[in-house]
């Protein structure tokens, strides 16, 4: 099994919802897509993981349960 596939199968068996690529090959796309997982395309500029949270902004930020 290639790479690719390996980690997809790794993130579907922990309930993934939301995952950030740089680059997503055919394969991995279509296996995400297919179990409803949405893809965020990583901002070229941004290097780093952390640096991508940091730019969410403060009210994205869920402090209490939904009623």
Known sequence: MKKGLKI??????????LVIVRN?????????HDNFVKLLQ???DVKYA????????????IT????
């Open 8 to 17: 997809v199968e790794f993130l579907g068996n922990r309930s993934i919802v």
């Open 42 to 44: 990583m901002p070229d």
């Open 24 to 32: 997503l090959g055919e394969g991995p796309f279509h296996k995400l």
């Open 50 to 61: 952390g640096t991508l949270i940091d730019m969410f902004p403060e009210r994205s930020v």
């Open 64 to 67: 209490s349960p939904a009623e």
